[in-house]
Nanobody
């Protein structure tokens, strides 16, 4: 079983920044594509950003240019740097680890991000 643990959420004012971290219990090198998703109350979970083992990334249009996903394979950790935060970014953010060989997903419990003045 793979453990996925998110951290770094909190309350921030509009225009502020936060960095989320996602620690995975085993090596994420090569086998895992990592993603950040978010879910606001009454909304479906949506993809925010994804990074594959080779380093390629993709972002939702709503965060492009403001958020940056990165991975540190040596630390089995993925980060989401969020800048210029907006109230509409308020949601619970979830980290996803996808084993690309087995096509199996592992999820964390999420971390709450609230953008409000």
């Amino acid at each position: 079983q793979v453990q996925v643990v998110e951290s770094g959420g909190g309350l921030v004012q509009p225009g502020g920044s936060l960095r989320l971290s996602c620690a995975v219990s085993r090596s994420i090198f090569r086998l895992y594509a990592m993603g950040w998703y978010r879910q606001a109350p009454g909304q479906q979970r949506e993809l925010v950003a994804r990074i594959v083992s080779g380093g390629s990334t993709n972002y939702s249009d709503s965060v492009k240019g403001r958020f940056t996903i990165s991975r540190d394979n040596a630390k089995n950790t993925v980060y989401l740097q969020m800048n210029s935060l907006k109230p509409e970014d308020t949601a619970r953010y979830f980290c996803n680890a996808r084993n690309v060989d087995l096509k199996v997903d592992f999820w964390g419990q999420g971390t709450q991000v609230t953008v409000s003045s």
